[in-house]
């Protein structure tokens, strides 16, 4: 964790900040500003933003718990806030929030989807499976066919787990 950062639970007035950081990503899926106010009140207890010592937000991890599979987190989306990257503070989130949430809901797994062309969250979250000694497996979600505005990459599945206890 990079020094002179905290790892908390969104708040409501955090949702510009991180639809700032999702939309400079230059990788994410922008979603609407609308919906990361919903996720910072509705998934606030599966994700987490990193604070400078200002409190203001530098990078986050949204997440939920999937329905089908409760003892299962998917991880929505991650960004870091440009000068931040380098640091290590993606992994620091991620294994922050799966720690909190461990210990909230006794999760097993961790899910996500990733398009084949991002290779920093291949290595983020490869990467992850082996700190936590999970083994990962790799499956096309949804084909690129399935979306509207045509021209985006298939969605990958990453399934992860069972975690290593004390995740």
């Known amino acids: 964790m990079p020094e002179g950062l905290t ?7 955090d949702g510009a900040a991180i639809w700032r950081i999702a939309r400079d990503s230059g990788t994410l899926d922008l979603n609407s500003s609308y919906s990361y106010l919903l996720w910072c009140r509705d998934f606030a207890a599966t994700s987490v933003v990193a604070r400078n010592a200002q409190g203001k937000p530098v990078g986050f991890v949204t997440g939920y718990l999937r329905p ?4 299962t987190l998917v991880v929505w989306q991650v ?11 993606a992994a620091a989130l991620l294994d922050g929030l799966t ?12 899910e996500t989807t ?39 990459e298939p969605e990958v599945l990453y399934r992860i787990g069972p975690l290593a206890a004390g995740t």
Do not use: C, K, M, Y
């Open 114 to 152: 990733i398009t084949p062309d991002n290779t920093a969250s291949n290595r983020l979250f490869t990467s992850f499976a082996e700190r936590h000694g999970a083994p990962v497996e790799h499956e096309v979600l949804f084909d690129g066919g399935l979306f509207p505005d045509g021209g985006h």
């Open 68 to 71: 089908q599979r409760p003892r």
């Open 7 to 13: 790892l908390e639970a969104p708040r409501i007035e």
């Open 79 to 89: 960004a870091v806030d440009r000068a931040w990257r380098g640091r290590g503070l």
């Open 99 to 110: 720690a909190r949430v461990a210990e909230q809901s006794d999760i097993h797994g961790v």
